[in-house]
């Protein structure tokens, strides 16, 4: 029997490592030809500790750690993309040393995380494909690419845009998109063209997967089928639903907490790993949870501290004492219908039946969440391509409410806008309603997004492609 190997390098940084993973879990199920390696890509500002997650002895799916020989502690993001170039030497030494192996299966070719595509030039160097596996959906693909056109070709950069009342047509959706709902990354230079270069080296794989299922983006992925881009691989949603090591005894309480209640009844309010406010949003938060009278599961974190000297991005942490950032008393008034937490267990929460709606920043993990379990979601993005996320779950698929689709967190200052609590309160009520058009939607592409999943499903027969590709017919 044929065998082969694919080397997975993910981007650094939990969501990524995650997502990775549970695909490469898909394929070496999916076929007992195929092993895998995972190199793990240590940095500084990113909690990389994949071993936290997930066993080192998955069946053929091995775990390298590269070398952590970085000596800045803190990276600024400007030299990102510096630092992944920096580790292709030891990416290089590391996939050496596999094929030394007198039992090392043929290298079929190289998995990219989006971030890491100048890992293809190694890939070049022991003369095997690249592919990508793309984290975000689809639509924000083909964004990237129309991005990258518009600059290469018509000179026309979306930086343009920054401070314009103008839209901006894609391909990847049916309704142009106002600027201010683009990507902050498409608005600053610096950050375009680190975009600009991805796309362009995206254009020189093999493939890409795509974390999204064909019913869910169907316009988008159609929109790259008259477009000179590799074959797309829509092969998700890629899940993983065992969730992230949690201390068992915050969880037990929490989801004791959420036995209580009644089915569909609590909204649950987290912003990912990155999510912060200042203590005037928060208390805007807050009156806005008390005045409504819903029943609240709230995922509260503290912002680092922000120097706009220093480009460094600190993690957010969890509150010592919530009293010295909620309003006088909240916790008392509102005792019998809410609980604010830290960290948040936020795979066990939404596959409760407690659970009726989830404001959410609209990463693409946590908006795949919100559709496999039939949660319906209020969008409050903050950074990364989580406008455009926002944009497309209400405008163009209309699969959630809005809160503020043009939000973005400033990660140097506290000069970033203020929602107030009656927009807040206004997003929460229409999305609780309990028998509206949003919900009934949402309740259906969680149905579709399990069918995806199973044989004969889309993203099944896409996967069956994807390993068609890696073992041609000879």
Same mark, same amino acid.
């Given at each position: 029997?044929?065998?082969?190997?694919?080397?997975?390098?993910?981007?650094?940084?939990?969501?990524?490592?995650?997502?990775?993973?549970?695909?490469?879990?898909?394929?070496?199920?999916?076929?007992?030809?195929?092993?895998?390696?995972?190199?793990?890509?240590?940095?500084?500002?990113?909690?990389?500790?994949?071993?936290?997650?997930?066993?080192?002895?998955?069946?053929?799916?091995?775990?390298?750690?590269?070398?952590?020989?970085?000596?800045?502690?803190?990276?600024?993001?400007?030299?990102?993309?510096?630092?992944?170039?920096?580790?292709?030497?030891?990416?290089?030494?590391?996939?050496?040393?596999?094929?030394?192996?007198?039992?090392?299966?043929? !290298?079929? =070719?190289?998995?990219? +995380?989006?971030?890491?595509?100048?890992? $293809?030039?190694?890939?070049? *160097?022991?003369?095997? @494909? %690249?592919?990508?596996?793309?984290?975000?959906?689809?639509?924000?693909?083909?964004?990237?690419?129309?991005?990258?056109?518009?600059?290469?070709?018509?000179?026309?950069?979306?930086?343009?845009?920054?401070?314009?009342?103008?839209?901006?047509?894609?391909?990847?959706?049916?309704?142009?998109?106002?600027?201010?709902?683009?990507?902050?990354?498409?608005?600053?230079?610096?950050?375009?063209?680190?975009?600009?270069?991805?796309?362009?080296?995206?254009?020189?794989?093999?493939?890409?997967?795509?974390?999204?299922?064909?019913?869910?983006?169907?316009?988008?992925?159609?929109?790259?089928?008259?477009?000179?881009?590799?074959?797309?691989?829509?092969?998700?949603?890629?899940?993983? !639903?065992? =969730?992230?090591?949690? +201390?068992?005894?915050?969880?037990?309480? $929490?989801?004791?907490?959420? *036995?209580?209640?009644? @089915? %569909?009844?609590?909204?649950?309010?987290?912003?990912?790993?990155?999510?912060?406010?200042?203590?005037?949003?928060?208390?805007?938060?807050?009156?806005?949870?008390?005045?409504?009278?819903?029943?609240?599961?709230?995922?509260?974190?503290?912002?680092?501290?922000?120097?706009?000297?220093?480009?460094?991005?600190?993690?957010?942490?969890?509150?010592?004492?919530?009293?010295?950032?909620?309003?006088?008393?909240?916790?008392?008034?509102?005792?019998?219908?809410?609980?604010?937490?830290?960290?948040?267990?936020?795979?066990?929460?939404?596959?409760?039946?407690?659970?009726?709606?989830?404001?959410?920043?609209?990463?693409?993990?946590?908006?795949?969440?919100?559709?496999?379990?039939?949660?319906?979601?209020?969008?409050?993005?903050?950074?990364?391509?989580?406008?455009?996320?926002?944009?497309?779950?209400?405008?163009?698929?209309?699969?959630?409410?809005?809160?503020?689709?043009?939000?973005?967190?400033?990660?140097?200052?506290?000069?970033?806008?203020?929602?107030?609590?009656?927009?807040?309160?206004?997003?929460?009520?229409?999305?609780?309603?309990?028998?509206?058009?949003?919900?009934?939607?949402?309740?259906?592409?969680?149905?579709?997004?399990?069918?995806?999943?199973?044989?004969?499903?889309?993203?099944?027969?896409?996967?069956?492609?994807?390993?068609?590709?890696?073992?041609?017919?000879?």
């Amino acid at each position: 029997m044929q065998k082969a190997q694919l080397v997975f390098i993910p981007s650094p940084g939990v969501g990524h490592l995650v997502s990775a993973v549970e695909i490469a879990k898909l394929l070496v199920d999916r076929d007992d030809r195929l092993s895998i390696t995972v190199l793990i890509i240590k940095h500084p500002n990113f909690d990389s500790d994949i071993s936290s997650n997930y066993s080192r002895s998955v069946d053929r799916i091995k775990f390298i750690d590269l070398p952590n020989d970085f000596s800045d502690s803190n990276i600024p993001r400007s030299l990102f993309a510096s630092f992944i170039e920096s580790r292709k030497p030891r990416v290089k030494d590391a996939v050496s040393n596999l094929l030394t192996h007198s039992d090392s299966p043929r !290298l079929a =070719g190289f998995v990219l +995380d989006m971030f890491c595509t100048c890992m $293809i030039d190694v890939a070049n *160097d022991f003369g095997v @494909p %690249s592919y990508i596996f793309f984290t975000s959906g689809a639509a924000f693909l083909s964004l990237m690419f129309h991005a990258q056109f518009l600059h290469d070709e018509l000179s026309k950069p979306t930086t343009d845009l920054k401070d314009l009342d103008t839209e901006l047509v894609v391909p990847s959706v049916a309704n142009p998109i106002p600027a201010r709902f683009l990507p902050s990354v498409l608005l600053n230079r610096d950050m375009a063209m680190f975009l600009y270069e991805h796309s362009r080296r995206f254009r020189t794989t093999k493939g890409i997967m795509v974390n999204t299922f064909a019913e869910l983006e169907s316009f988008a992925i159609n929109s790259f089928s008259d477009r000179q881009i590799p074959p797309l691989y829509p092969v998700g949603p890629i899940l993983n !639903l065992n =969730g992230n090591n949690y +201390d068992v005894v915050k969880k037990t309480e $929490i989801m004791e907490w959420l *036995d209580d209640q009644p @089915p %569909s009844s609590v909204v649950f309010l987290c912003f990912g790993s990155m999510g912060s406010f200042s203590g005037d949003q928060v208390k805007e938060i807050a009156y806005a949870l008390e005045h409504c009278g819903h029943r609240f599961l709230w995922s509260i974190r503290q912002s680092p501290p922000k120097d706009k000297d220093k480009e460094t991005i600190l993690i957010p942490s969890d509150y010592v004492n919530l009293t010295d950032v909620l309003p006088e008393g909240f916790l008392d008034r509102t005792v019998g219908i809410g609980k604010v937490i830290g960290w948040a267990p936020q795979v066990a929460v939404l596959g409760h039946e407690a659970i009726g709606g989830f404001v959410s920043h609209c990463g693409w993990n946590s908006t795949l969440e919100s559709l496999w379990f039939g949660v319906p979601m209020a969008t409050w993005p903050m950074y990364a391509e989580q406008q455009f996320n926002a944009f497309e779950m209400v405008r163009e698929l209309g699969l959630a409410v809005e809160i503020k689709m043009d939000y973005k967190m400033d990660f140097k200052s506290e000069n970033t806008m203020i929602v107030t609590a009656d927009e807040i309160e206004r997003g929460i009520s229409c999305l609780m309603e309990f028998d509206n058009q949003i919900r009934r939607r949402v309740k259906e592409m969680s149905q579709k997004s399990r069918k995806a999943l199973i044989n004969g499903g889309s993203s099944f027969s896409s996967l069956g492609r994807f390993i068609d590709d890696v073992f041609p017919s000879e």
